[in-house]
């Protein structure tokens, strides 16, 4: 009776040592799968651009604002002035201010800045589809979407037509614009030539638009030597 007791008693621990044992185990795996999946995040993470937070919720709150702004233009009101409403006047004035300050034209210093001054204007009214966005990168993968080491995206993407026509639109906007500024004037061989260099033939182009009239017969006495 006695062997029994102690046999029963031992077989009890035995098993409650396996149970422990086994929750363990999965503790330890349930463990080791979360550590693997916060390192490839963090790993993602690294691989994107810096400023991706920075720019998604940027983009995810000109969408709500575009949504909202659509939302009260279908009522037919003002949306502009429903916000300018909700705000105080010192706040709109910060508002207006930075409006102003956010792409200031400081004229032409190099053609980076140049391209990415035309690169910013292009893309700041075009509205972002987030959820084509979304669409598009569970499709063709991450690797693929955000361009990867060892990845190929050859063929992966198709443009959709709005896109397309959004882009002759753009293109045919920048011909119609360069269009209007002034072209460079052919050089005139038979004009006299008074000057040492291109910039001092706009100098004197510029003399002789605002002075020209008044030194007309100045000009006439130099030239038959008869100035006194």
């Given amino acids: 009776m006695l062997l029994q007791s102690s046999a029963g008693s031992s077989s009890s621990k035995i098993a409650d040592f396996k149970a422990r044992l086994a929750k363990l185990h999965t503790k330890r795996n349930e463990a080791a799968a979360l550590n693997h999946k916060e390192v490839v995040e963090e790993d993602r993470q690294k691989q994107m651009p810096k400023n991706y937070a920075k720019k998604r919720e940027r983009l995810e709150a000109e969408f709500e604002e575009e949504q909202r702004r659509e939302a009260v233009m279908a009522?037919?009101?003002?949306?502009?002035?429903?916000?300018?409403?909700?705000?105080?006047?010192?706040?709109?004035?910060?508002?207006?201010?930075?409006?102003?300050?956010?792409?200031?034209?400081?004229?032409?210093?190099?053609?980076?800045?140049?391209?990415?001054?035309?690169?910013n204007r292009l893309v700041k009214n075009r509205k972002i589809d987030l959820e084509e966005y979304e669409r598009e990168k569970e499709a063709v993968g991450e690797d693929a979407f955000y361009g990867r080491d060892n990845t190929i995206a050859i063929g992966l993407h198709k443009d959709s037509k709005e896109a397309i026509d959004g882009m002759v639109d753009d293109l045919e906007?920048?011909?119609?614009?360069?269009?209007?500024?002034?072209?460079?004037?052919?050089?005139?061989d038979d004009a006299d030539i008074n000057f040492i260099n291109e910039r001092n033939m706009k100098f004197n182009k510029k003399l002789e638009r605002?002075?020209?009239?008044?030194t007309?017969?100045?000009?006439?006495?130099?030239?038959?030597?008869t100035a006194v």
């Fill in 210 to 214: 605002f002075y020209g009239d008044y």
């Fill in 173 to 188: 906007k920048q011909i119609s614009k360069r269009e209007k500024y002034s072209r460079r004037r052919i050089y005139d």
């Fill in 75 to 119: 009522q037919g009101k003002d949306y502009d002035r429903l916000k300018m409403l909700e705000v105080g006047a010192d706040e709109a004035e910060r508002w207006e201010r930075r409006k102003k300050k956010k792409n200031p034209d400081q004229g032409f210093s190099t053609y980076e800045d140049a391209t990415i001054r035309q690169y």
């Fill in 216 to 225: 007309e017969e100045i000009k006439q006495n130099l030239e038959r030597g």
